[in-house]
């Protein structure tokens, strides 16, 4: 697997602060498989007239190595621990520090202060020996200051290069030199069933290993119960707990698969983690300008059902679906990209870029992919017509309280 050159370039250029977060798996997985047994023949038996003996050729049984060994040797050294600290209001209400109230009330007046520490802690990877690390974006956003740890206990300040809280992905600067990278295995071809291992520091229990496999591949945010994100994940049945985000998901060649980052609360057996080459993308666009431009259409929309005609035509909605396939469009943004292309609400799109669509994460998967700027066919049919339409990517609105 090719080593992206950005990761080489970038070493203090920016210097934003950012954290890092890891992930582990629970339960190491071990193979014994014997590779020969205990035999006897008829010329290893003797007998004679008081008693018979069985005498039988005994084999060793060879134990094959553990490659769950083999991937925390190869890798571990590469996984770190972040340590993040923020300063937070505490919003003490006004009346606490009116000198008529402390005047009567005095010692009885809680003594709040202005601000607290927030602490967090997360795990990380190296990416890069000169001190590149990735990590999620959730453990270090906002955050004044960040402690990264190697394994054999050196410790450093971080700045974070870049965090984008979409796709939940950062990355975080060390100096440092000659560090153990990892290497990178090709998401894409992820199959489930494949085994997993994960390094990190769940509940701050450093350096944990845990084992399962790839239970799936391609959850959509909306599956996982985390619909602000644009990103689809690895399904994972290894156990995840907090501490673990930002580390590294392994295959069984010790080459990450994924950045773990998210669980189901209540669930067991269940976890998530972000496929490695939509990763190593976004913190490509984060190492070079510290920042993420995400493609936008600006509609909102949902797949056709027999339920969903029912209620249109119960609520006496103004446009009625004929259609039973594809994409309807349940409104569209003011001023989007979609609004200047002349997308309508009732619009049903039935394909996207000559490829036909029958799930609304198959059209958000077409717009990631196209870089803002270019145009996306689009077709669709109103009214019972075909019409096809050309609508410009744009750049996905910052909200106002996710601006940096």
Not at 142 to 159: H, Q
């Amino acid at each position: 697997m090719r080593q992206s050159k950005i990761w080489k370039k970038a070493t203090t250029s920016l210097s934003l602060i950012l954290l890092s977060g890891g992930i582990a798996l629970g339960g190491n997985y071990l193979i014994n498989s014997p590779q020969s047994f205990a035999q006897n023949s008829d010329s290893e038996t003797v007998t004679n007239q008081k008693n018979s003996t069985t005498e039988v050729t005994k084999t060793a049984v060879n134990l094959p190595q553990n490659y769950v060994s083999d991937v925390v040797n190869k890798v571990g050294d590469s996984v770190v621990r972040i340590d993040a600290s923020r300063k937070v209001s505490t919003n003490v209400p006004a009346m606490f520090d009116d000198p008529f109230f402390r005047q009567f009330f005095g010692s009885q007046m809680p003594d709040i202060p202005n601000e607290q520490i927030q602490r967090g802690m997360g795990s990380g990877f190296v990416v890069s020996s000169d001190g590149l690390i990735l990590t999620n974006a959730h453990v270090v956003e906002g955050s004044d200051e960040v402690k990264v740890t190697l394994k054999d206990g050196r410790s450093y300040e971080g700045k974070v290069m870049g965090t984008d809280p979409l796709t939940d992905v950062g990355v975080i600067k060390i100096e440092a030199e000659d560090l153990p990278e990892v290497a990178f295995a090709d998401s894409e071809q992820l199959q489930p069933g494949e085994y997993a291992i994960a390094i990190g520091n769940p509940l701050g229990l450093d350096n944990t290993v845990t084992t399962g496999i790839v239970s799936a591949t391609g959850r959509s945010s909306s599956q996982v119960g985390i619909a602000d994100k644009r990103v689809s994940f690895i399904q994972t049945d290894a156990a995840i707990n907090p501490g673990n985000s930002g580390g590294p998901l392994l295959n069984a060649n010790g080459q990450v698969i994924g950045i773990n980052t998210a669980i189901i609360q209540g669930a067991q057996g269940i976890g998530f983690a972000i496929p490695i080459d939509a990763a190593r993308d976004i913190a490509e666009e984060l190492i070079a300008k510290g920042k993420v431009d995400h493609p936008y259409l600006g509609i909102q929309m949902t797949a056709i059902t027999p339920e969903l005609k029912d209620q249109l035509k119960a609520n006496n909605e103004k446009w009625q679906l004929t259609e039973d396939e594809g994409i309807v469009i349940v409104n569209v943004v003011p001023d989007s990209p979609a609004d200047k292309a002349g997308l309508q609400a009732g619009d049903v799109i039935q394909k996207i870029d000559d490829e036909a669509v029958s799930k609304a994460e198959e059209i958000q998967q077409a717009v990631r992919q196209t870089k803002v700027g270019n145009e996306l066919p689009l077709q669709i049919t109103r009214d019972g017509k075909q019409v096809n339409l050309e609508v410009e990517v744009g750049v996905l609105p910052v909200p106002q309280t996710a601006k940096r």
